[in-house]
């Protein structure tokens, strides 16, 4: 199984990005699909997460207000709406997968950059 995230890149603060999980070969359904971020020097923290099956979201109190995590079913793709970015939104983000029925079993993508600064 391989995540591919894509979408970071440069903002200025308040800005708007949407960040995007796909996976070929993979169906989404029985997994928890989260968003997760590490800035350098910094642990893994959590964003964000999805329970594919109900659509009932998680979110990071951080983060509240700020970004949305959705999921498109027929385009296998989990994304992350991040508005009002703040420099402190900096990090890589990684897309997760993990199985909601055995939670040993997970994937992380490659992770992609945001970069939030003036």
């Known amino acids: 199984v391989q995540l591919v995230e894509s979408g970071g890149g440069l903002v200025q603060p308040g800005g708007s990005l949407r960040l995007s999980c796909t996976a070929s070969?993979?169906?989404?359904?029985?997994?928890?699909m989260s968003w997760y971020r590490q800035a350098p020097g910094k642990e893994r923290e959590f964003v964000a997460a999805?329970?594919?099956?109900?659509?009932?979201?998680n979110y990071a109190n951080s983060v509240k207000g700020r970004f949305t995590i959705s999921r498109d079913r027929a385009k296998n793709a989990v994304y992350l709406q991040m508005n009002n970015l703040k420099p402190e939104d900096t990090a890589v983000y990684y897309c997760?997968?993990?199985?909601?029925?055995?939670?040993?079993?997970?994937?992380w993508g490659q992770g992609t950059q945001v970069t939030v600064s003036s």
């Open positions: 997760k997968a993990m199985r909601r029925d055995n939670p040993s079993i997970y994937y």
């Open positions: 999805i329970i594919s099956a109900g659509g009932m979201t």
């Open positions: 070969e993979f169906t989404f359904s029985p997994y928890v």
